[in-house]
């Protein structure tokens, strides 16, 4: 349990800042995930917490502690790899109790079976225990990299995308699972995911990082129907917000030069006309894509539309979003 | 198209592959299996000519390489008593007594301990400066590697008398550890090249894992690194002690009784009372056993070391 506090971070690499001036606060106990495109700054931002690589600005603190100068073993961080990095040479079992037999913890061997066959249960890897850990597929591997940070008890869970190689039933199960654990654990998470299930479901917390900057924190609603920018608008949300001339539909607020519309957001059946350029059947919904003057829109349509490519669709906005020259936003 | 395809070669192509393997592995080994037969032979069919592929077995050789002997008038060898063991009868037949054993098992031991010491120093050493190298920033790494590797360059003649003086000052003159780290020094720079390029593949992530974890960074490196870099050490181990194992030149400049190696030893033979080409045939067959077996040992490791990656890249 602990609360987690970045404090003005800086980091760059040779001439790559990875992040600047980045200040949050993970309160004790809170679900925050870190949503940004590739190259953003996440698994940096991980980084710094663990104590595997130094700011070169700025202050970390945990529990009110400043921990620049502590090794991650004294942090008592438990890490998920966005590579899964096991160890090759032990076995699964091996893998997994190799945090419990670290000089820190070195717990006694009855507790280490147990606490590694619950894992192992929890993650459905039983029966692979005893496999060398390059005996096993991509998926399982990163169960069991999930695995040796969950046998540990640790103040903050860092996961970089832990679930992104498994299959659909196994993420949803694991997504609660992880969310159980840590809840019940009562620890603070950091998580990287690029999953907008995982991060409206599992998060307290979402922090947006653009090029290394934190651009927004909040609730996973408050980034969803409040973002700060296209930018924000266009982490969360599948299929991906429309971003259209703000003039399209009529009227706009001073200084306004783009409108964003959710799929969801868009009334159809009266406005502007456009026509079908394809349909997605998806099982739970329907995706329309239409070709709007000189501009293309994805709606959601009823599932059992009839609408077929070259019909006419009648499109308005509803609770749209403005921006403007920036892409920040205009209310 | 067909350039590309990977296709089970045929029957006649596997025979032709094979007998010529066969073959080189033949032309190979001539010398090996000639050596361990002239220790077998009595000095007659040794410089025998024709040479004799087929001959009676003896162990002379053997005895001789273990032995000092002096010859004994006719009449004094009548008067001896009955001899006690084979190779006594064996030595007597040639009209000689054995006066105790020879300088060659403590050549042996010699090679034994400095082969072995400097084998282990210069691993040791060698695994420490590898990781340091390939992990840590070290202000002009790429001059102190090159500098490393250059000691390499010059040839044991150029450098054996300024040791040799150098030796005398320090009073490692014909010691075993002064051969020691003599032969680490000339090791060092192939272990750190060899050990710094199987380490620079072992993804660091591991360690970091390890850091995480909660071990320290020599923990993370001897539980993490270390047992994968087995592959690496046993190979560059075998490496350091066939030369160590082999050396002449600096054996036969610095050394003279206390520490002389096996390899200046060797000739010494030939001199003893007529060419004894069986005991220095003898004498060579011993001095491969070693790493001989030492290879054998760690070829499990040269296979089995090698593993590919549980970190996804
Ligand atoms: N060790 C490093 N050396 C040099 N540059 C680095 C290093 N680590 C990160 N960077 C750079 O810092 C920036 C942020 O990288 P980071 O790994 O944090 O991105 P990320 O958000 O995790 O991306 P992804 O979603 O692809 O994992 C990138 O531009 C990256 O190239
Ligand atoms: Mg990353």
Redesign the pocket.
């Known amino acids: 349990m602990a609360e987690v506090v970045l404090n003005g971070i800086s980091k760059s690499?040779?001439d790559?800042v990875?992040l600047e001036n980045v200040s949050l606060t993970i309160p004790d106990g809170s679900f925050v995930v870190l949503l940004?495109?590739?190259?953003?700054?996440?698994?940096?931002?991980l980084r710094m917490v663990s104590g595997l690589d130094q700011p070169d600005n700025g202050e970390i603190l945990i529990n009110g502690q400043a921990v620049n100068k502590w090794t991650p073993a004294q942090r008592n961080v438990a890490m998920v790899f966005?590579q899964y990095s096991l160890y090759p040479h032990l076995t699964v079992r091996d893998n997994l109790a190799f945090p419990l037999r670290s000089p820190i913890l070195k717990t006694p061997a009855d507790e280490i079976t147990r606490k590694v066959n619950d894992v192992a249960e929890v993650l459905q890897i039983s029966h692979k225990l005893d496999n060398k850990a390059t005996a096993l597929s991509g998926g399982e591997m990163q169960r069991v990299s999930i695995g040796r940070a969950l046998v540990r008890n640790p103040d903050i869970f860092l996961m970089?995308e832990p679930l992104s190689s498994l299959d659909a039933k196994l993420r949803s199960d694991l997504r609660i699972e992880l969310k159980r654990i840590q809840s019940s654990l009562g620890a603070t998470m950091l998580y990287?995911t690029h999953d907008q299930v995982e991060a409206m479901t599992m998060a307290t917390h979402v922090g947006v990082?653009d090029h290394?900057k934190l651009v927004q924190f909040g609730t996973p609603r408050e980034i969803y129907e409040d973002p700060v920018s296209i930018y924000s608008a266009s982490r969360l949300g599948t299929p991906k917000i429309n971003v259209l001339p703000a003039d399209l539909f009529g009227a706009t607020p001073a200084g306004a030069v783009s409108i964003g519309l959710r799929p969801e957001h868009i009334r159809t059946g009266e406005g502007l006309a456009g026509q079908v350029t394809r349909v997605e059947h998806l099982g739970d919904q329907t995706r329309v894509h239409l070709r709007v003057q000189t501009h293309d829109v994805i709606t959601l349509a009823d599932v059992h539309t009839t609408a077929k490519v070259g019909d006419e669709m009648l499109i308005s906005p509803q609770n749209p979003l403005y921006f403007n020259a920036q892409g920040g936003r205009v209310k | 198209m067909s350039s590309f395809s990977v296709t089970e070669p045929s029957k006649r192509q596997k025979w032709f592959a094979g007998s010529l393997v066969i073959l080189y592995a033949l032309i190979t080994i001539m010398p090996l299996i000639w050596i361990i037969a002239t220790g077998f032979k009595s000095p007659s069919d040794a410089i025998a000519y024709p040479p004799k592929v087929f001959f009676e077995p003896s162990m002379e050789g053997y005895v001789n390489l273990f032995t000092s002997r002096t010859r004994l008038p006719a009449e004094e060898l009548a008067a001896l008593p009955p001899s006690e063991t084979w190779y006594q009868e064996l030595v007597r037949d040639n009209g000689m007594v054995i006066t105790g054993p020879s300088r060659y098992g403590q050549r042996f031991l010699n090679s034994v301990i400095i082969g072995f010491g400097s084998t282990f120093l210069s691993i040791f050493l060698g695994t420490l400066a590898a990781y340091g190298f390939s992990r840590f920033k070290v202000p002009i790494k790429d001059d102190l590697l090159f500098f490393i590797l250059s000691t390499r360059m010059m040839p044991p003649i150029a450098v054996a008398i300024p040791i040799f003086l150098m030796f005398r000052q320090i009073g490692l003159s014909d010691s075993h550890l002064g051969m020691i780290l003599l032969y680490t020094a000339v090791n060092l720079s192939l272990s750190v090249w060899l050990l710094k390029g199987f380490i620079d593949e072992i993804p660091l992530e591991y360690e970091e894992a390890a850091l995480i974890d909660g071990y320290t960074r020599f923990q993370a490196f001897y539980k993490v690194v270390l047992p994968q870099a087995a592959t690496g050490i046993a190979s560059t181990a075998i490496f350091c002690l066939i030369f160590a194992w082999n050396e002449y030149a600096f054996a036969v400049l610095l050394t003279s009784g206390n520490a002389q190696t096996a390899p200046p030893f060797i000739p010494t033979i030939i001199g003893a009372g007529g060419k004894d080409w069986p005991a220095v045939a003898a004498g060579a067959t011993i001095f491969l056993i070693p790493v001989m077996i030492f290879t054998i040992l760690l070829r499990k490791h040269l296979l089995s070391g090698i593993t590919f990656g549980a970190v996804r890249k």
């Open positions: 690499y040779g790559q990875a940004g495109p590739t190259g953003a700054g996440k698994t940096t931002t966005q970089d990287v990082l290394g």
